[in-house]
Structures are given as C-alpha cells and as structure tokens.
C-alpha cells in the first residue's frame, strides 16, 4: 500500500531540492513486493536507480551488508 500523501510530499521535496540522483533503497528480503515498491516510487516521485539491499548476520554477531543496484 501506497502512503498517498508522502508520495505528494517527496514530490514536492524533489521540485524544490531538484536533485541529480534520486535512489530508493529497499531492503531485498520483501521479496517481490521490493519490485513493486520500486516501480510505485518511479510512477509516483520519478526515481533514477533502486538499491537492494540484505544484511546478513551470523552468530558471532558480525554483519554484511550486500546491495544490488538496479
């Protein structure tokens, strides 16, 4: 689900910031919904690139924090 207002606010944010990057970073466990998060994003607020993400931890209590970039 689609949180209306906060699109129309990232919006507004991105017409008077004016960027030359706009990444989503979305965390790659949401499985499929991570693909429709990212194509909401680009229809919404207009996107130039998506960041998956996944953070792996064992039980040493390390982490690894691994991307795919879109």
């Known amino acids: 689900m689609i949180d209306e207002p906060l699109m ?3 919006k ?3 017409n008077v910031v ?3 990057e706009v990444l989503l970073v979305v965390d790659a466990m949401t ?5 429709n998060l990212t194509k ?3 229809d919404n607020v207009g996107i130039t690139g998506a960041i998956l993400t996944k953070l792996d931890g064992d039980t040493r209590g390390t982490n690894s924090e691994k991307y795919s970039i879109l």
């Open 8 to 10: 129309r606010e990232l």
């Open 40 to 42: 909401a994003f680009n």
């Open 18 to 20: 004016r960027p030359d």
């Open 31 to 35: 499985g499929q919904e991570a693909a």
């Open 12 to 14: 507004a944010i991105k």
